[in-house]
């Protein structure tokens, strides 16, 4: 199932060619239940990510479900292309509640202005967010064949913009996969909810 939203705000021509894609479809076996609709602070997680995406300014979706199960978050990258005729599709996952509208900006910016991948990259794991064009489709498509799942083997294999994420910033892509993490996620909300804004680094690698 898709939800589709749409942003109140204008987009560029440059943005025209791009969308937000919140993954959703996960089997979330660690958490006993789908991770997505869990609430956090009375709202569902999937629900503080939209949010930040809309803020970004582009159209935004939510993948609920998978053209193929069982293949992890690059089976709904592969759907998402399939569905959307957009150059460039941005990626969140829809368990990480405290990321920001600013950080997607950032995340748009650097992939669309160098024309390769973009990533952010916590404690030298890179990961979500992550912006793919379509010109990195057959490579996507060839891991998923290889049985190598693995956003991380993705990126690996691709020309990619590594975002490094400051420490004191890294509880910005905390993700909430089971009932602990939730917890934790509860006290981190008051945090974030006072202080809204997110510092991109200034550090950036390319892969």
């Known amino acids: 199932m898709i939800e589709e939203m749409s942003s109140q705000q204008s987009l560029s021509p440059a943005d025209d060619e791009v969308r937000i894609v919140v ?16 609430p956090l602070l009375g709202r569902p997680l999937c629900e503080w990510v939209t949010q930040a995406a809309r803020s970004a300014g582009r ?11 069982g293949l992890g978050p690059l089976g709904g990258m592969k759907t998402a292309f399939d569905r959307y005729p957009e150059e460039w599709l941005v990626f969140l996952s829809c368990d990480a509640p405290f990321v920001t509208g600013e950080a997607v900006t950032s995340l748009i910016r650097e992939g669309i202005s160098h024309l390769t991948a973009a990533g952010y990259v916590v404690d030298d794991r890179p990961g979500f967010p992550l912006i793919l064009a379509r010109q990195h ?20 294999c691709l020309p990619c913009r590594e975002i490094k994420v400051p420490p004191d910033e890294r509880n910005r892509f905390f993700n909430v996969n089971t009932p602990g993490d939730l917890m934790l996620a509860q006290r981190l909300a008051g945090l974030y909810l006072q202080e809204p804004k997110f510092r991109p680094s200034p550090s950036i690698n390319d892969g």
């Open 23 to 38: 993954l959703a479809g996960g089997e979330s076996r660690r958490m006993g239940q789908d991770k997505s609709v869990v």
């Open 59 to 69: 159209p935004v979706s939510v993948l609920r479900e998978d053209a193929v199960p």
């Open 137 to 156: 489709l057959p490579v996507l498509e060839r891991q998923l064949a290889s049985g190598l799942l693995s956003v991380r083997r993705l990126l690996a």
